[in-house]
């Protein structure tokens, strides 16, 4: 079974920076798709990065402000995230969409690690 484990959130004060990391352990045959969604109170799950088959994406509220990067030895990825603003407050999911080879096409997700942007 795959898992995925989550670190780095925490609080900063706005105009700092965060690095969330995410680490797949298990068995994957390969990745379509790794990146991070997030969750404010009041609001639905939104893509904050993502990157697979060759593209990545961003919301464009982040756009200039957070990287995703991967680690494809390690199925790992993170997200650096600068200028941080009081509404990228949010519970922070890492998601993963891959292949088993036992059971094809499947998806995970990370148990969500909170940011806090406040002074």
């Known amino acids: 079974q795959v898992q995925l484990v989550e670190s780095g959130g925490g609080l900063v004060q706005p105009g700092g920076s965060l690095r969330l990391s995410c680490a797949a352990s298990?068995?994957?045959?390969?990745?379509?798709?790794m990146g991070w969604y997030r969750q404010a109170p009041g609001k639905e799950r939104e893509l904050v990065a993502g990157?697979?088959?060759?593209?990545?994406k961003y919301a464009d509220s982040v756009k200039g402000r957070f990287t995703i990067s991967r680690d494809y030895a390690k199925n790992a990825a993170f997200l650096e995230m600068n200028s941080l603003k009081p509404e990228d407050t949010a519970v922070y999911y890492c998601?993963?969409?891959?292949?088993?080879?036992?059971?094809?096409?499947?998806?995970?997700w990370g148990q969500g690690t909170l940011v806090t942007v406040s002074s």
């Open positions: 998601n993963l969409k891959a292949i088993r080879r036992s059971v094809g096409n499947f998806e995970v």
């Open positions: 298990g068995s994957i045959f390969s990745i379509n798709f």
């Open positions: 990157t697979g088959g060759g593209t990545t």
